[in-house]
């Protein structure tokens, strides 16, 4: 459903990400894993239109090619950046109905509103509360929950899970996870590679720009490479799905 083929992006003539290529089908998750500074961060930047590109990427068969990223989210895909993104001065209420700002059918902005709060209940009790005094978590929760106003097909989540509790993480996962099965595709970055290969159904590893490693999770998981460079011994066992 997401096709991004051979992506290549920098910064000022740099090269950063080089002929990058991840198909995500709908319904499916797929993380993209790799160190600091490897351009996981640059390559969902460069796909939402925030940076020069070139290569060709496409959302149900349709070009998001050249065009900015306000158009590539009312095109479908939307992204949740790796640094905050909430409005602080604006209430929950009113971050909210920043992300229906492209539709103008009051019905189902509310309809729109009201399943986002559904589906993280902790914001429905907080509306009327600035956004920049939430919690880092609730923030999080916040910047996806109004990603899904334009009822996206695909989602780009960039290290969502960044700075939240434990418990909180695992909501999100949960959370991550609903979103693939009601059909969206996710192409998820996750500084946690075992909560990544948990959550995902297939993952990609990135070094210094360039994919060398796919596969689905749970190989990965078993996969000695990964998890001499991302897990250390201990983290192995821990990471194996249960037989
Ligand atoms: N605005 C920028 N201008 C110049 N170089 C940049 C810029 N942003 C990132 N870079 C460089 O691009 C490289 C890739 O950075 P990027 O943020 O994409 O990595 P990342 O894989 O997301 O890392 P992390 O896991 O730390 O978030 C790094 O060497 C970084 O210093
Ligand atoms: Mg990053």
Do not use: W
């Not at 996206?152 to 993480?169: H, N, Q, V």
């Not at 969206?184 to 990609?204: F, I």
């Amino acid at each position: 459903m997401l096709r991004a083929a051979g992506i290549s992006a920098g910064y000022g003539g740099r090269m950063i990400v080089e002929d990058v290529t991840i198909d995500v089908a709908a319904g499916e998750i797929v993380a993209l894993l790799g160190h600091n500074g490897a351009g996981k961060s640059t390559l969902l930047r460069a796909l939402f239109g925030l940076l020069k590109r070139t290569g060709a990427l496409t959302l149900e068969g349709r070009s998001l090619d050249g065009l900015a990223p306000r158009l590539i989210l009312a095109g479908g895909l939307a992204y949740v950046p790796q640094e905050r993104s909430v409005f602080p001065k604006l209430t929950v209420a009113e971050n909210l109905r920043m992300g229906a700002y492209a539709l103008d059918d009051e019905s189902v902005v509310e309809r729109r509103i009201d399943a986002a709060l559904e589906t993280f209940p902790r914001l429905r009790e907080r509306l009327r509360q600035l956004a920049g005094t939430l919690s880092g978590g609730e923030q999080r929760m916040l910047e996806v929950a109004r990603t899904l106003l334009l009822d996206p097909r695909a989602i780009m989540l960039d290290e969502p899970s960044i700075g939240l509790a434990p418990k909180m993480a695992d909501t999100l996962f949960a959370t991550i996870r609903a979103l693939a099965a009601q059909g969206r595709a996710v192409l998820l970055v996750e500084q946690s590679v075992k909560k990544a290969l948990a959550c995902a159904d297939r993952a990609v590893v990135m070094e210094m720009g360039r994919i060398v490693l796919t596969d689905s999770a749970r190989a990965l998981a078993a996969d000695d490479r990964v998890a001499k460079l991302y897990m250390g011994a201990a983290g192995r066992g821990a990471a194996r799905p249960p037989a």
